[in-house]
């Protein structure tokens, strides 16, 4: 047993020891603490890094993306054939010119179309009643017809000799009335019989 005297140091001994323990304990829980919070910060970190890497593949792909489409926007642009279209308005009777692009691999007939529309002939006169003509502006001269019978399954890049920046001669939209019939033009201008 212990003599009386010693009994306040054996507490006192007891006391240390259990807030030595209760310290370890604290020490214990603030290293596993800050060893979760560093754990969750790396991880916030990896998954930072993982998105700027994904951000950066989307932005390179979206670059490499717009480089292909500006490359094939070239290619295409390569491709297109620009006219002059004329027309006598059946409506407004005026002499018109617009600009009229189309690609080169574009059956005559699409491009019959398009100027059709591009004129705004649609609801004065059927598009049967109209066709495309060779013009030269400067001579007012039709120089060739191109009727739908005969051009209907050649693209308008094999109709005018392929693609180039620029053309010396126009197209015209020509129409005609319910009961007539066009005159063929002939390269160079010639006019003959209506069909």
Request: hydrophobic share 30%; glycine share 4%.
């Amino acid at each position: 047993m212990t003599r009386p005297d010693y009994q306040p140091l054996v507490d006192n001994k007891k006391i240390i020891e259990k807030l030595q323990e209760r310290i370890t304990l604290m020490n214990m829980e603030l290293m596993t603490e800050r060893e979760h919070n560093e754990k969750i910060v790396k991880d916030i970190k990896d998954l930072t890094s993982v998105k700027d890497k994904e951000t950066k593949d989307e932005v390179s792909k979206d670059e490499e993306t717009s480089n292909k489409e500006n490359s094939l926007n070239g290619e295409i642009k390569d491709q297109i054939c620009s006219f002059i279209l004329y027309c006598n308005h059946p409506v407004s009777e005026k002499f018109m010119e617009l600009a009229l692009e189309v690609h080169e691999n574009e059956l005559l007939p699409s491009v019959l179309d398009k100027a059709y529309e591009l004129m705004k002939l649609a609801p004065y006169i059927p598009i049967e009643r109209c066709r495309l003509v060779k013009y030269n502006y400067d001579d007012d001269l039709m120089e060739q017809s191109f009727d739908l019978n005969e051009f209907q399954h050649q693209t308008i890049g094999q109709i005018v000799g392929g693609v180039r920046h620029y053309y010396p001669f126009g197209l015209f939209i020509e129409t005609r009335e319910e009961n007539e019939t066009f005159d063929k033009y002939h390269d160079g201008g010639e006019c003959g019989s209506g069909a």
